[in-house]
């Protein structure tokens, strides 16, 4: 059974502004859809969390209270989307979810020095929203 994904809002609002700037004829844009798009398939693909890095999903090293993944592409020039996932353990690996997405193209391996407080507020954010949500459901 493959893994069940979703995101957070700040994800969902960064992917509805790309796919808006690619409807709008956008080139640059479309490219970087097409590349999120092949990465959000590769996480249709999982049928559980890694265990081991690869070029496409790979450990970030500079993960803090929480153990973060990157999918990157293959070498386009110009362009290096990266989306940063999480993988909740009380989950099974049954799951994984899209926290952000850049292109880092621009700003080099730089972008990583933020992943880590990015990361944690995304997913302490998520996890708030995520209990509400089922505690709601259980009030009912």
Do not use: C, N
């Amino acid at each position: 059974m493959p893994v069940l994904i979703d995101w957070t809002g700040e994800f969902d609002r960064w992917y509805d502004q790309l796919i808006e700037r690619a409807e709008a004829g956008d080139e640059l844009s479309l490219e970087q859809l097409a590349l999120v798009d092949a990465e959000l398939g590769v996480l249709q693909d999982l049928k559980a969390a890694p265990e081991a890095s690869t070029p496409t999903l790979r450990r970030v090293s500079q993960s803090r209270r929480y153990q973060v993944w990157r999918l990157a592409h293959p070498f386009v020039r110009g362009v290096a989307i990266r989306l940063i996932v999480w993988f909740p353990p009380d989950r099974s690996g049954d799951a994984v979810v899209v926290l952000f997405g850049a292109d880092k193209a621009r700003m080099g391996d730089v972008f990583y020095d933020s992943v880590g407080p990015r990361a944690d507020a995304a997913i302490d954010s998520y996890l708030y929203l995520f209990r509400t949500r089922t505690e709601g459901e259980t009030d009912e």
